[in-house]
Structure formats: C-alpha cells, structure tokens
C-alpha cells in the first residue's frame, strides 16, 4: 500500500473522508457511501474471480492459499469479501498463538472458550498471570492488537480468569478486560518496530533503544522476551546481563543475571527475581506487525516507575 499503510489506518482515512464529505448535505454523504460500496463491491467480484481462475488452473493449492491468507492486506481483503480460506476461529486461535511467549513470560496462559455469533471473543486468563496488574496491558497491547490484525470483524473481546481454589469465577474488572474493538480510549502507548530483535539466537541478550525508551531482548529456545532495561534490585541498567539456564529448563537459558548486583530474573515467569520474590522485571508485548518484529512501548516510562 502506499507509504506501507495498514489496512486499518486506511479504512480510517476513509471513514474521516465520508464525515467530510458528508458536511456537504446528506445527498451528498450518500452518493460518498454508494461510490465506496461500487468499488468495494468491484473489487471484491474482482478477487473471487481471480480464485476461481486459480482453482480451474489448478493452482490454488494449500501454499498458495497460505501466502495470500498470511499477507495482512490481502487477507484483510479476503476477510471482507467473505473469501477467506480459514475461519474467524482459526484466525484468533493463531492471534492467541502468537502472543503465547509473551503471556508465558507472566507465568500464564491463554484458553479461547468460544466464539459467539455476534463476534464476541470469550477468552481464559491462566497460571499466575490471573488478575496481575499488567493484565489489562497485557489485552491492550499484545492481545487486542493479535486478534484485530488477524479477525477484524471481531466486535468485542471478553475474558475472566481460571477458578481459584475451587471458589466461584472471578472476574478481572469490567473496565479493564472488556476490550471492543475500535475504542477511542487514547492508547497506553505504541508499537514500535525492532527488527533485530528476530536476529537473535537462542541464548543471546541484546539492549535496544526505541523511540527513546531503553529495552533488554532475550531469547530462548524459539520464544523471544522484551523487557524494560531496569534492574528492580540495584536500579541500575541491565546492559551486559547474560542468559543463563535455569535447572530443568530447556536448553537455551531461562534466567537472566544483572550484571551489578548479580540477582537473577526467571524470563518465563515475568522476570521474576529468584533472590527476591517481590521483585520483577518489567516484561513489553512482543509481536510481529507488518512482517517486522515490534515491541510496544508505554507512553511513560520514568526510570524506577
């Protein structure tokens, strides 16, 4: 797309487009609306042609249905024309899947419970991350955005946490964890990309600064974890820390040691401080936007907040 625009930011721009066409009278607000459903309408006879000519030629095959559906625009596309080859359930199933490093880096999980005709996404906190304070974050940067990009037409996403002692459900705050898509709440802050962060191998620790906001990435095995570059014990910055592997941990490390005062973090338990338990690293929403690895950045970070 032109300037590598999103299909979301473009539908904005569209739907700001019609409200100032639309101050011209209702006649021509309407006329506005009937171009942009003809074109649609167009276009989208225009991809269902293109793969019923695919599939005649024998040539839509399961590859070839698997690059269109995993290119974000022309999935985008395919989803509004009703053309896509997997289900909305499928989509959001994968979303959850690509965000599992990062709630596993909270020590918890994800369960999608259903799926309500209405586009409704019922959705299970598990492990220790139940009702953490980063909880809300963890829906506003890393899930909601997952789930949009891969199923635009969801309309809300709902979620509660897993049973506690065999005691009656409890539910994370309305306000919190009751996420509609297409909220005018002002973000809590933004993604920004860090490609490099996809080069690094098992093992590897790596500083980054984006936008002015320093950050420590770390892999291990096939996951990969962002953090604030913040030692909670000493207050110093985490740059020359190591990856060291935990006992019974898979190969690759699982605890990264601060440099100054040697304390030890648990990446797979949201940074957990082995030495103290009430301390924690500050994990950052990893995802992969666009193709390009991108980490979400609070708008305000002051150092030791």
């Known amino acids: ?7 979301l930011q473009t539908g904005e721009r569209i739907s700001t487009l019609l409200d100032a066409l639309g101050a011209g009278g209702a006649v021509a607000r309407g006329r506005a609306e009937d171009l942009v459903r003809q074109v649609t309408d167009m276009y989208g006879s225009g991809l269902e042609r293109i793969l019923e000519i695919l599939d005649r030629e024998g040539k839509l095959d399961d590859g070839t249905l698997a690059a269109l559906a995993s290119d974000e625009l022309v999935s985008g596309l395919l989803i509004i024309h009703g053309l896509h080859p997997e289900s909305m359930e499928t989509r959001v199933a994968g979303a959850l899947d690509s965000v599992r490093p990062y ?3 909270h020590g918890g999980d994800v369960e999608l419970l259903d799926i309500s005709p209405e586009g409704v996404v ?4 598990l492990g220790t991350c139940q009702g ?5 974050v963890t829906l506003k940067f890393a899930v909601e955005e997952a789930i949009e ?3 635009p037409e969801v309309t809300a996403i709902e979620v509660v946490e897993a049973e506690k002692h065999a ?5 994370i705050p309305v306000d919190s964890l009751l996420v509609r898509m297409n909220h005018t709440d002002q973000p809590e802050g933004s993604w920004e990309p860090v490609p490099g962060v996809a080069d690094l191998e098992p093992g590897d620790v790596a500083g980054f600064q984006v936008g002015g906001y320093s950050l420590l990435a770390c892999r291990t095995g096939q996951d990969v974890y962002a953090y604030r570059d913040f030692c909670p014990r000493c207050e110093s910055s985490m740059a020359g820390a190591i990856l060291q592997r935990a006992l019974a941990a898979p190969a690759g490390g699982g605890l990264l040691r601060c440099p100054t005062c040697r304390a030890h973090f648990d990446v797979r338990q949201a940074g957990s401080c082995l030495e103290d338990r009430s301390l924690h690293l500050d994990p950052l929403p990893l995802l992969i936007r666009g193709g390009v690895m991108s980490v979400a950045v609070p708008v305000a970070a002051g150092k030791g907040g």
Do not use: Y
């Open 1 to 7: 797309m032109p300037g590598g625009e999103r299909p």
């Open 132 to 136: 953490c304070p980063s909880s809300s």
């Open 149 to 151: 990009t891969a199923a």
């Open 167 to 171: 005691a009656t459900p409890a539910f």
């Open 122 to 125: 019922r959705l299970k906190l």
């Open 103 to 105: 709630l596993g880096s």
